[in-house]
């Protein structure tokens, strides 16, 4: 979903492994890993910092 930090697990409800006896499937566990990209151009620098400025948010706040 839209918002979601990276760290966060995830059940996919159906869409595991079959069980070999029943056929049935399980869940699906995942975890949300967010990559920021290594380089960036002077423009995505200047939009990134500009959305930073706009949001007016700590992203690390509650972390600690």
């Known amino acids: ?6 760290g ?3 059940r996919l409800r159906g869409k595991g ?3 070999p006896r029943t056929g ?3 869940d699906q566990l995942c ?3 967010i990559v920021p990209p290594k380089k960036l151009t002077p ?3 200047e ?3 500009q959305l930073a400025a706009e949001l007016h948010e700590n ?3 509650g972390l600690w």
């Open 1 to 6: 979903p839209p918002g979601t930090p990276s």
């Open 8 to 10: 966060t697990k995830l």
């Open 17 to 19: 492994v079959p069980d």
């Open 24 to 26: 049935k499937r399980g």
């Open 31 to 33: 975890q949300i890993k």
């Open 43 to 45: 423009r995505a620098r």
């Open 47 to 49: 939009l990134l910092e």
């Open 59 to 61: 992203p690390r706040r």
